[in-house]
């Protein structure tokens, strides 16, 4: 295929052009600071607040309750820290499990560093956060409970509410990063007991560069990034104007498409897990086979590594990410792929293939196609498919 | 983030496969890190690599490294194929990233392992050749740059 075929949603997705037109006058035009006081500025303010509004109403939230950062990575930061901080009088433990974001989990190394005392809980072989081991866990210092909603590797939906029972039940604050469960499954932060939910434009077909942070009314939080008074004294900075109009054109779209999506996603995606586990033998799906994100697929092959696997696939127009140590940036492969008890050789071995509304059940034939030519010929090259094959002999 | 070269070896490794009844095999590396390579060797009585093979379970630079590492001690006698340092392979390569050094020393410590197997089988001492490491450790791979 000559067309690029973008598989890795999870990392980014293609901003949308409702967005990018909703955003345009925002950097021409209206371009005032809507701190100003003149009209040109405060329209802006408006536009900032419609935006509010609008990502409120998807959350089932108070419209005050919304802080826009510049990112999911900046949310999960100041949720953690600024927790650790204002409730300092109250104790000194976080609760986490063992698959956050790394957003998440170095916020949690840092605080350790600061006389915070963290728990990570462990995680079933589907990557589902252990929920005996979280109430066993919980301490009379324990000031706040963090589970992400949906896992950015493998895909697993976390039991949201039940967690939310817990912390409520214990008077502890809850925390979620829903980075990638924002937009693609319906929350309600009340329903669900949520404190405070991470999320970011990026991963929804909006702008890069702008998230926010929701704070449940009547938490102590303070601001993180200290400057002028914008977002009610609690994150200072001009802000992005043009990234919290697209954010908020993004969310209304996610909204109204959202059931669609869905549907049609886990159509392709599902067609898509058939074919690769019927037809390449030695491979597994990690993550839970139904509780998952309705776009994510996430395939170990035995005897392959995941780097050469993503480069072979590029060199066919097919964008896609690994768990493999070659692409952390470190030596070992994912902590997720740890954590759901792979070893080692299996977790480098990895495939994640997040989808889109716009994939095609062609590209679906010709993603499956490649992937299997790929690990063939790679386990022909593969030491550890010979001992393999070999052993079998005997 | 590859040079071509790599990117051409990667695409066209040279030299994979197996050699049955080789004077010399090396498999070094581990699962646990992501990279192993086997190499084998095939060395006349005149001490003269005529084939060389590789398996690598890698990646992209794991894969070209050892293809180039073939390339390089192929028809090479013993003492020369010894000269074939890891920095040779990245020359030849046009080099590799600073993460991605280490696949180099690997396809080097493969090399010196198949001939190891060599000098063993044939009880003979191959001057300036040491005991592989089976693995090149973490620590290690940093320590080189």
């Known amino acids: 295929m000559e067309k690029k075929i973008y598989l890795d949603n999870a990392a980014t997705t293609k901003t949308r052009p409702a967005v990018v037109e909703a955003m345009l006058p925002y950097f021409t035009e209206s371009f005032g600071n809507p701190s100003s006081v003149y009209e040109l500025a405060t329209q802006n303010k408006k536009a900032i607040d419609e935006a509010r509004g609008i990502i409120a109403e998807a959350l089932g939230a108070e419209i005050s309750d919304i802080y826009f950062t510049a990112g999911g990575t900046e949310s999960d930061n100041w949720a953690l820290k600024a927790t650790a901080e204002a409730y300092a009088s109250k104790g000194n433990h976080i609760i986490t499990s063992k698959i956050e974001h790394h957003a998440v989990l170095h916020s949690c190394e840092y605080l350790e560093k600061h006389g915070i005392e963290v728990s990570y809980i462990d995680v079933d072989e589907n990557g589902i956060i252990k929920l005996e081991e979280l109430k066993k866990a919980i301490r009379p210092t324990t000031i706040l409970i963090s589970v992400m909603f949906a896992n950015n590797e493998i895909g697993t939906i976390q039991p949201i509410k039940e967690i939310g029972e817990i912390a409520k039940a214990n008077q502890i604050l809850f925390h979620t990063d829903a980075v990638q469960a924002f937009g693609q499954l319906a929350i309600n932060v009340s329903e669900l007991n949520i404190d405070m939910l991470s999320a970011s434009g990026h991963k929804l077909n909006g702008p890069k560069g702008i998230g926010f942070l929701y704070i449940r009314k009547g938490l102590k939080l303070r601001s993180f990034i200290h400057g002028g008074a914008q977002e009610r004294h609690r994150r200072a900075g001009t802000e992005n104007v043009p990234g919290i109009v697209g954010f908020g054109k993004a969310v209304e779209i996610a909204m109204e498409t959202m059931e669609e999506r869905q549907k049609k996603e886990v159509e392709l995606r599902d067609k898509l897990l058939k074919r690769v586990l019927k037809e390449v033998p030695y491979v597994r799906l990690n993550g839970h086979r139904t509780k998952r994100l309705p776009n994510n697929a996430n395939f170990s092959f035995q005897f392959i590594e995941g780097e050469s696997l993503l480069i072979m696939l590029d060199m066919q127009n097919i964008c896609a990410s690994s768990g493999s140590a070659c692409t952390s940036g470190s030596l070992d492969p994912s902590h997720v792929l740890l954590a759901i008890g792979l070893p080692h050789e299996i977790a480098h071995g990895s495939l994640r293939l997040t989808l889109c509304e716009d994939n095609t059940e062609e590209e679906m034939d010709y993603v499956v196609d490649r992937i299997k030519e790929i690990v063939e010929k790679l386990r022909s090259m593969s030491p550890l498919y010979e001992d393999f094959v070999k052993s079998n002999r005997k | ?145």
């Open chain 2, 1 to 145: 983030m590859y040079s071509e070269k790599v990117m051409e070896h990667f695409s066209n490794p040279r030299n994979v496969g197996e050699i049955e009844n080789a004077s010399g095999v090396g498999t070094v590396g581990n699962a646990k890190c992501g990279d192993i390579m086997r190499i084998y060797l095939d060395i006349n009585n005149g001490g003269i690599i005529q084939d060389v093979k590789f398996k690598t379970f890698g990646c992209g630079a794991a894969v070209a490294t050892s293809s180039m590492a073939t390339e390089l001690v192929k028809g090479k006698n013993v003492k020369e194929a010894l000269q074939v340092t890891n920095k040779a392979v990245m020359e030849a390569l046009d080099g590799l990233p600073a993460v991605k050094v280490h696949c180099s020393l690997l396809a080097e410590e493969a090399i010196h392992a198949a001939l190891w197997d060599y000098a063993t089988k044939n009880n003979i001492v191959i001057e300036g050749l040491d005991k592989p490491k089976s693995d090149i450790s973490e620590g290690e791979a940093e320590e080189i740059y």
